[in-house]
């Protein structure tokens, strides 16, 4: 059985920094892709950043990018989300996910039905 436990939300101030991390059992976890979710009150849920298995390759949405940067440990079945320049508009619960296919290459990270596993969230907050 898949799961996916992210810890490392809390409660910055704008500008500030967080690391969230996930981490990830029952699956060869470097297999796959991992991505980072977010949703805010009210809205829908939105793509943040993706990691390729291979660990190479990295992609962020527009609105984190330059400020956030994913990484991964396959041999610690970890992944992070290192948040800077942290923004009032950033405030969401935070999910980490599992992409679906093995040795995905492809290029579509942004998708949420690529995903098929997802952790239970952590909230982030910054206040302005």
């Known amino acids: 059985q898949v799961q996916l436990v992210e810890s490392g939300g809390g409660l910055v101030q704008a500008g500030g920094s967080l690391r969230l991390s996930c981490a990830a059992s029952?699956?060869?976890?470097?297999?796959?892709?991992m991505g980072w979710f977010r949703q805010a009150p009210g809205k829908e849920r939105e793509f943040v950043a993706a990691?390729?298995?291979?660990?190479?390759?990295?992609y962020y949405a527009d609105s984190v990018k330059g400020r956030f940067t994913i990484s991964r440990d396959n041999a610690k079945n970890t992944v992070e989300l290192r948040m800077s320049s942290l923004k009032p508009e950033d405030t969401a619960v935070y999910y980490c996910?599992?992409?679906?296919?093995?040795?995905?290459?492809?290029?579509?990270?942004?998708?949420?039905?690529?995903?098929?596993?997802w952790g239970q969230g952590t909230q982030v907050t910054v206040s302005s």
């Open positions: 990691i390729r298995w291979t660990g190479v390759n990295t």
């Open positions: 996910a599992v992409g679906r296919k093995e040795y995905y290459t492809g290029s579509i990270y942004n998708q949420a039905d690529e995903y098929d596993y």
């Open positions: 029952g699956r060869t976890f470097s297999r796959y892709a």
